[in-house]
Every structure is written in C-alpha cells, then in structure tokens.
C-alpha cells in the first residue's frame, strides 16, 4: 500500500466484517458493553485517557473497538450523504456559479455599463481587481474564519454564509461603477470564504479516510458543473435584450436569491456533527462516531492547544499543502475569471460560441476529477496520479504560447490546448482531500487548514494580475507565469512522496521494535485529540 493513500471502500470493506454480518443489527445495550473499556487490559498504548476527549464526542465513543460490517457501514454512509454530501455538493455548486458570473458578464455588457472599458474597447486592468479584491478578504480573514468554524455549530455557520453571500451577489445588480462592485465582491469574499475550509472539517468529521478523497472531488468538480450550467443559463440570460435591467444584472439577482433559498434550507436540513444530528436514532450515532475512529484524526475538540500550534508550524506537510493550493490557483483563477474572454477574444469565437464552448470545458474538469479519483482507488497512489495530471498542464500552455493563431483549425488547436491546461486540478482536488485526513488534532487542523486557505487565496489573488492588458490577447507573461507553478508544483510533489514516505517507514520501525503505541490495532487513542505527529500509531 502507498503511504499517501489507504484503501477505498469499493476494493477492501471498510472495518472487520463481524461474524454475523448477514443478519446483524445493533442495540444500544451493545454499544454501550463496547464503550466499557475490558479491565484487564494494562498494555500501555491500549487504554484511552478520557480527559483528552472531548466531552460531547466521549458520550458516543467506546473504550473497545466496534466492528461494523461492510453492510452496516454501506447504510450509514448513505445515511450521512443524504445529510451531508447532498448539501455540500449544492453549496459548493452554487459558489462556483456565483464565482462564474464575473466571468460570464464580461462579455455580457458588465464592463461597459461600469465603465471598465479602456478608450480602445478592450477591458481594462481594473476589471481584474474584481476577483483579486475577493482573495485579499479571503487573505485577511481566513485565520479567523477556521477559528470560528472549530468553536460554533458548523451547519449553521454554513447556512447563515450562504444567506449572507447571496444576498451580497443580488446587490452586485445595482452597481453602477467599479467602487460599487469592489464593495461587493469584498463583501462576497468576506462571507464565502468559510465555505472551503467547512468542507474539509466536514468531510474529517463524518467520513472514514479512505472515502473522503472521492467526497472532496465530488464537491470540488461543481467547478466543472457551473461552466456547463452556468454557459448554459447564460445563453439564456444573454437573450434578454430590453426590460428595467440589463442581462447580466437579471443574471446576479437570479443566481444571489435562489443562493438565500438554499441557505434557509441548510439550517434546517444538515446537522452540525454526529453527535447533534436529531435526524438520526442514538445507535445510529454511536456508530457515525465510531466508523470514523480509524481516521485516528480527532473529530471535535474546541479545546484551544498552543502546542498544536507549533506542532503544525513545524510540520513540513502544512507547508507542502500551501504549496499545493498556491502553484493550482494561481493559474486556476486567472484562467478563470479570464475564459471567456481568451475564447472570445484571442481565439476568435462569437458571444455566442464561447458560452457554449464554457460547457465543453466543464465536461473536461469533471472528467479529469473523476479520472483521478478512479485512478487513486485503483492503485492507491496520490501524489504521482497527481503529478501525471501536471503533464498535459505543460504541454497545453506551451502550444498556447507557440501556436499561430490565425485560421480556423488553429482556432480549434489553440481551443483544445486551453482545455487540457486544466488538468492540474486534479492536484488541487486531490490535496485537499490528503489534506483532510492526514492532519490530526483540532486545533493543528484548524492551522494547518487556515495556512492551507491563505496561500489558496493569495495565488487566486495573484492569478489574475499576470493577465495584463498590454498582453492581450494572446497574455504571454500569464502564461510563463503558470509554465512556473506548474514546475515548482512538480518540486513540491517530489518532496512530498519522499517526506511522508520517510515517516511512515520510521513509524513502522517502531512498530516492529514492539512499541505498543505504534501498533495499537484497538486504535483506543483515536478521539483523544492527538495530533498525527503525536500518535505514532498514525500512518500517512
């Protein structure tokens, strides 16, 4: 097995199958004989110390091992992606859209009715200040943004977001000038960024390790869903040619009140944790807590640790991470606030034709996620699927920059490279998800993902500023820039198989040396708030 990746529920059952798995049902009076830890177990590493637990999460843990068969586990995951999943897959959708509609309006009259045109009718460098202003909030609060998330009840911190950003993306209709609409995209930036790092707690909280990396790319790929649904409903939108307002505003105010919507129905809808879900019975409970125990990351401690944090400072892999999410979003953002426009303007294509072209992209984004999914279920391998997605990120810039760009099948060749630009999501994706099951420890996992988001807002922020308008519209100092992340990601990468690698080898040495802490198969220190560098038993 790679020491990035464990097995996945489809190819291994996820815990030990009990003897009567066919059959087997649980009462409350058994998970409570489980939680009574067996008194004549005095191997040290075997017993857990309740006074590191959290109190709310020691009411559903057990001192002995449950085990749940495949079955059993299979009904609770459905349970939980009915609750969870389904809302973190609409939520992150319905950011994606409302990010894609800058986008989308730049070549619907937003930068002509706000004055964002230069004298010779081109958009002006001040339009991309309206996706870096959003990145520099991010900058600014993401710290303490994590630090709420770990101390309030997540949902609804999540849902009151999600009214807040949608009420700010409706009021973008009645901007008239390009102060109006740094103002709100600030404000847009300010309320969505808890939406990210709320996912990552999440998908820790509820799901096993071996099922996050396919639930983090299922929210993640609604970045490829928008351009499809989002080139298609601005199709529609672009067909409105009179009326009190103009297209792109029917298109803000539309988008931002079906957001609202949605975030009422959050509150009522999602459960904050585990242990608060009123929606499930108190066995079904007992055993969510449990399923996640080989995780071994902790699952809720609002117990601040100074320690950790020096323990996440110190950690190689919180800054690997960063490095991650700043070498995808650089290119990530600016390719994306600035698409429609290199399809329309450097690659020829009408108003028309590019928003259709958008939704050909979106297919290829989540054909890419999905692809690298299945190719880490196969051969349990992260770090080099995700270096074999930075491949064809190389090759398509290069064309991009070297292609003449003059007749139609030219047109179609430049179309094509930019498409295939795009498969370094696939690192993007894939790091977020190593990110949320490889860090242990509340308040380690609040640093580490709070750094994690920094650096993913401040290539964001940058992304679009080496999009310069002398450079258009073929922008040849944006895509060097990118040529750059991509070969500092590839470094990165490197390190990051070599370094993890490293510990888990050291961890096994201890292992076979007969220190119990480091093959305790009861996992009894699982909730106990360790961090992964604490708990030799963890395995990268």
């Not at 520099?136 to 309030?152: C, D, F, G, K, S």
């Not at 420890?441 to 002398?470: C, E, H, M, Y």
């Amino acid at each position: 097995m790679s020491s990035t990746e464990v097995p996945d529920p489809d190819i291994l059952p996820s815990m030990r199958p009990h003897q009567d798995d066919a059959t087997k049902t649980y009462s409350m009076a058994e998970v409570e004989r489980a939680r009574s830890a067996p008194e004549d177990v005095e191997l040290k590493g075997e017993r857990a110390n309740y006074d590191k637990v959290d109190s709310e999460v020691a009411k559903y843990t057990s001192a002995a091992r449950i085990d749940i068969s495949p079955e059993e586990n299979t009904r609770l995951r459905k349970l939980i992606d009915k609750r969870v999943l389904v809302v973190m897959i609409t939520t992150y959708f319905l950011q994606a859209i409302d990010k894609g509609t800058l986008s989308f309006s730049s070549i619907m009259g937003l930068p002509k009715d706000t004055g964002l045109l230069t004298p010779t009718g081109s958009v002006s460098q001040d339009f991309s200040w309206l996706t870096t202003c959003i990145y520099i909030t991010i900058l600014v609060v993401e710290y303490p943004q994590n630090y709420i998330i770990a101390r309030v009840p997540v949902a609804k911190y999540l849902s009151f977001s999600i009214i807040a950003w949608g009420a700010v993306l409706a009021s973008h209709a009645a901007c008239k000038n390009f102060t109006g609409l740094v103002i709100v995209r600030t404000m847009l930036g300010l309320f969505e960024s808890a939406c990210p790092p709320a996912f990552v707690i999440l998908s820790a909280m509820w799901y096993k390790r071996e099922e996050q990396a396919s639930r983090v790319t299922y929210w993640y790929m609604m970045n490829g869903a928008q351009q499809i649904v989002g080139g298609l409903l601005a199709y529609c939108f672009t067909l409105i040619t009179d009326g009190p307002l103009k297209s792109w505003q029917w298109l803000f105010m539309a988008y931002g009140i079906i957001s609202v919507v949605f975030g009422v129905f959050v509150w009522f809808w999602m459960p904050d944790s585990p242990m608060r879900a009123k929606c499930f019975s108190e066995e079904d409970k007992h055993l969510m807590v449990e399923r996640v125990r080989d995780n071994q990351t902790g699952l809720q401690n609002r117990v601040f640790k100074k320690e950790q944090v020096w323990d996440a400072l110190t950690d190689p892999q919180t800054w690997c991470y960063a490095g991650i999410q700043f070498t995808t979003t650089l290119p990530t953002s600016g390719l994306g606030a600035f698409a429609n426009l290199i399809i329309s303007s450097s690659l020829g294509f009408t108003n028309l034709q590019t928003q259709l072209l958008a939704m050909v992209l979106g297919f290829y984004i989540i054909i890419v996620l999905l692809s690298s999914v299945w190719l880490v279920k196969k051969w349990n391998q992260n770090i080099l699927t995700m270096l074999g997605f930075v491949i064809p990120s190389f090759v398509g810039t290069i064309l991009l920059m070297t292609i003449p760009n003059q007749t139609f099948s030219q047109h179609v060749g430049l179309l094509i490279s930019y498409y295939i630009t795009l498969s370094f999501w696939a690192a993007q994706t894939l790091g977020l998800s190593m990110m949320s099951r490889n860090v242990g420890g509340q308040t380690k996992k609040t640093v580490v993902v709070a750094t994690n988001f920094i650096f993913w807002a401040a290539g964001n922020a940058i992304g679009p500023q080496v999009f310069l308008s002398r450079d258009a519209p073929r922008y040849y100092t944006a895509f060097a820039t990118h040529l750059g992340c991509y070969s500092l990601l590839v470094l990165i990468l490197l390190y990051f198989r070599w370094h993890l690698t490293r510990q888990n080898k050291k961890r096994d040495q201890l292992a076979a040396a007969g220190v119990s802490e480091a093959r305790d198969e009861r996992l009894a220190h699982a909730f106990e708030d360790l961090t992964d560098r604490e708990n030799p038993n963890f395995r990268y």
